[in-house]
């Protein structure tokens, strides 16, 4: 990759990984659903005054709409709920190395939903790799019984599952631009969220304090309509293959946040099981054995 590509994929890494850290801190004050509609409302908004400054239209096509608001159900509004509800009983360190799964997913959806993505024999290995570390992680709450930190863990992986399903529905969006996408995934979010939240929640009995606040509006600009950005443009540069890069470093920022400002304690098994995802992730992504591979023939 280049160097603008290291530098945006470093940039989206501590943009993902800071969100975690962000509905830590606005769970202090706001609900889940509260939560999720403000961030993808004011992300909306953001892109919204982004598209007008950079001159381009919002299409009319209303096929493609239909597909924006598929995407924005499986890429926001599921995985977005059932992180910020799941925060409520794990710490955000913990839900971010079990976001890292998301790639383990979207291997096995792509081999049945795709023609030209099967899983191959190292991506197989990866992936039992991979939801072996997710069984370590999951030792310490399951040894205790199946109680509320055991659901909150299932509910980010579920959050990982939808996450895999929007990769391969996202295909789709090949026609128009990076922008008008994120604004039309994020629009349609805003208008299933809108009534529900009002309808589940008691949005404005709300009365949070400043740093509640400044969390929900940080995770709406930065984690989700500046990251959006960030993410489409590496998706251009570097293609998909290198994004799965991010999934790495997004725990990395996370836990340093979490554990260094916010004082969450991390199980020792959740390192163990951190470091077995991400060897089932490097066999995935393939790297490491062309790299092994090219010196063996050396």
Avoid at 168 to 175: A, D, E, S, T
Avoid at 220 to 246: D, E, H, K, M, P
Wanted: aromatic share 10%.
């Amino acid at each position: 990759m280049s160097s603008r590509a290291w530098a945006i994929l470093l940039t989206l890494s501590v943009l993902w990984g800071g969100t975690f850290f962000f509905i830590e801190l606005a769970l202090e004050d706001f609900t889940p659903f509260t939560i999720v509609c403000l961030r993808v409302l004011i992300a909306t908004l953001a892109l919204f005054i982004y598209l007008r400054i950079k001159g381009e239209t919002i299409p009319r096509d209303l096929q493609l709409w239909g597909v924006f608001l598929v995407m924005g159900v499986i890429n926001n509004i599921i995985p977005f709920s059932l992180i910020v509800w799941g925060q409520t009983h794990i710490t955000g360190s913990v839900a971010s190395i079990l976001n890292a799964t998301t790639p383990l997913f979207a291997v096995i959806l792509a081999h049945f939903f795709t023609a030209d993505e099967k899983l191959r024999r190292h991506k197989l290995v990866g992936v039992l790799i991979g939801y072996g570390g997710v069984v370590v992680m999951m030792q310490p709450s399951l040894a205790e019984g199946f109680n509320l930190e055991s659901i909150g863990q299932l509910a980010i992986l579920g959050a990982a599952l939808s996450y895999g399903f929007a990769g391969i529905w996202g295909k789709r969006l090949k026609g128009t631009s990076a922008l008008v996408n994120a604004f039309g995934m994020l629009a349609c979010s805003s208008i299933i969220m809108l009534p529900l939240t009002l309808i589940m929640d008691k949005p404005f009995d709300t009365t949070p304090d400043w740093i509640s606040l400044s969390a929900v509006i940080a995770l709406a600009l930065f984690g989700t309509a500046l990251a959006y950005i960030f993410y489409f443009r590496l998706l251009a540069l570097a293609g998909a293959v290198n994004l799965l890069l991010v999934t790495f470093l997004i725990p990395v920022t996370a836990l340093l946040l979490g554990v260094g400002i916010l004082h969450e304690t991390i199980h020792p098994l959740a390192l163990v099981g951190m470091a077995i995802i991400f060897a089932g992730l490097a066999l995935i992504d393939g790297r490491i054995l062309t790299l092994i591979q090219k010196r063996k023939r050396i």
